[in-house]
């Protein structure tokens, strides 16, 4: 203990909010200094990351079913968990040392965000990526821990706090008491499913193929869980299935909000069954506190309403829901001595 807040001095203490789709980073005292999606541009066929390691994040993004037969840009986290080992330690390395800026001679402590259901096999592999990118000693904090921390939850008071955290690769839900979690559930449907069901929506309906960044543009412009304001349309452009030659058509709201059902759906079932799991003084406390949403799928137009009818709760977007739970492995640095033993005792693998 004493070790580590001389070397405190030294190093740069960070919390990494290890994402499917975006990687944030907050530092100790500084909060969210880093943003980048998690994708890295690689050559095919080995894990040599491009231009001397440094096509990752926005770089390697702007790539994405752009690169020629060389190259591949991949996102080396599929449903929260790490798909390949060596391109994620990649990855966490560029971002340490873009964060430092500086040679390390002391690697920095790092609070890392992971998905309440993996497995200690998924919970490994996250602590060897990290001590081999250069942290010195590595803690995991559950994503919904996090994103309650971040949202300004009293989840550590004796009362229920319900947080709903929509990511790109999983769905964390939540209800949380004297700062533990009393009941959860992970659902691999997230974002990137939503995103899946636009691209298969263009191809039953329009023969058009697109790829993922225009499926996720759709989803932000025109992309609803239910309907909201007046209803507006989009042109996409992608390439005809029949011809293969490039195509433009117009899609409308009201289908995208039918393609994005199913995947709406999964998410309120899970919201359910965690509701159905509650003790009966925590579903109490639930009525007059409602759920909090957070994520970047919670920023889907109308999703909140489709909850509360669901659930017959308030539902309240958290401020700032793309980084709610970055922030919340910031304020768990600030005080990472009182929790220090609880960490180890409960992510020991």
């Not at 959860?184 to 058009?208: F, P, Q, W």
């Not at 195509?247 to 009201?254: A, C, G, L, Q």
């Not at 308030?314 to 033993?341: I, K, S």
Request: aromatic letters at 4%; proline letters at 4%.
């Amino acid at each position: 203990m004493i070790l580590d807040r001389l070397l405190s001095w030294f190093t740069v203490d960070m919390g990494i909010d290890l994402g499917t789709c975006n990687t944030l980073v907050a530092v100790r005292g500084q909060g969210i200094v880093l943003n980048e999606p998690s994708v890295v541009a690689v050559r095919k066929g080995t894990n040599e990351v491009l231009r001397n390691g440094q096509a990752v994040g926005w770089v390697a993004k702007e790539m994405l079913g752009k690169t020629p037969g060389s190259i591949t840009a991949v996102r080396p986290l599929k449903d929260g968990v790490i798909s390949d080992f060596t391109i994620t330690e990649a990855m966490l390395s560029y971002f340490i040392g873009k964060v430092t800026g500086r040679i390390r001679t002391i690697g920095p402590r790092v609070v890392i965000s992971i998905p309440s259901g993996i497995t200690l096999v998924e919970k490994r592999a996250v602590l060897d990526s990290a001590q081999r990118a250069g942290a010195r000693k590595t803690y995991l904090l559950e994503e919904p821990v996090a994103a309650a921390i971040g949202a300004g939850l009293p989840f550590a008071e004796p009362t229920a706090s319900m947080i709903v955290d929509i990511g790109g690769g999983t769905t964390e839900v939540a209800i949380m008491s004297l700062a533990d979690i009393a009941t959860c559930e992970s659902v691999r449907v997230a974002g990137d499913d939503m995103d899946e069901a636009i691209i298969n929506h263009m191809k039953r309906t329009y023969n058009l193929m697109i790829g993922e960044q225009t499926a996720e543009r759709i989803k932000i412009e025109i992309g609803s869980a239910a309907p909201v304001g007046d209803e507006t349309a989009m042109d996409v452009r992608g390439r005809d299935m029949i011809s293969g030659l490039p195509r433009k058509t117009t899609i409308t709201s009201e289908e995208i909000r039918e393609a994005l059902q199913e995947p709406v759906n999964s998410i309120i079932d899970a919201v359910t069954r965690t509701l159905e799991r509650a003790e009966p003084e925590l579903s109490a406390d639930l009525v007059d506190r409602g759920i909090v949403i957070a994520g970047g799928g919670a920023l889907l137009r109308g999703l909140g309403i489709v909850l509360q009818k669901a659930t017959g709760l308030d539902v309240r977007l958290a401020d700032d829901p793309l980084t709610c739970v970055a922030r919340g492995t910031a304020v768990y640095l600030e005080n990472l001595e009182e929790w220090q033993v609880t960490l180890e005792n409960d992510m020991d693998v």
